[in-house]
């Protein structure tokens, strides 16, 4: 499938994202995001996860103990390594997909129950996000920062698969504007 313009659904690239965002809260760069329970707390706002959300000390340090496990699907080029990385995260959540219909959502696809940890709910949807990424031949979507001073993710949903910057550091702008220099001093 790969050179298809593939279109992913909503809930996929939503969760694509959140993982980025999560991924890159510890970040080699720019250090951790993720030190306090209101910073999980507008993360789990911005990204609209459901389900019980105890707001404990343990909760936030399940939740960072997460990152590594997804950053290690951005390290792995081999879709057959991906594919294992996935199943042994599905397992390890206990991922039994239902259908479900809340708040203004239609029906659509949970994979485990809503009292189980939030830890073990992020990381089953991103889990399943990365299957569609393989079984769709898209695994080349997650890449990592191209800047020469950023080793954060990213994931590439653009049509022409051409995004090669993170979002997080004003990576692009800054690469530009070094190449723009670069470039001016050799006419000089």
């Known amino acids: 499938m790969s050179g298809v313009n593939v279109i992913f659904a909503h809930d996929t690239e939503t ?5 980025v965002w999560l991924v890159n809260s510890l970040s ?11 910073q999980l707390d507008e993360f789990l ?6 389900g019980d959300i105890l707001g404990t000390a343990e909760e936030l340090r399940q939740v960072r103990a997460l990152r590594p496990r997804l950053r290690r699907f951005w390290d792995v080029e081999d879709r057959d390594r991906a594919a294992d990385l996935v199943n042994e995260l599905l397992a390890e959540c206990d991922a039994r997909p ?16 809503a009292d189980q940890p939030l830890e073990q709910r992020i990381a089953a949807e991103t889990a399943m996000a990365f299957l569609d990424l393989i079984r769709t031949d898209e695994w080349s979507r997650l890449k990592l920062c191209a800047a020469t001073d950023c080793e954060d993710v990213l994931v590439d949903l653009s049509r022409n698969r051409s995004k090669r910057f993170c979002d997080t550091g004003n990576c692009a702008n800054r690469m530009h504007v070094t190449a723009y220099r670069a470039r001016q001093r050799s006419l000089g």
């Open 98 to 113: 239902y259908l479900i219909r809340h708040d203004e959502l239609d029906w659509h696809l949970h994979l485990t129950r």
């Open 45 to 50: 706002t911005a990204e609209r996860y459901s």
């Open 28 to 38: 080699p760069t720019d250090g951790d995001r993720l030190t306090e329970r209101a």
């Open 15 to 19: 969760v694509l994202r959140a993982a």
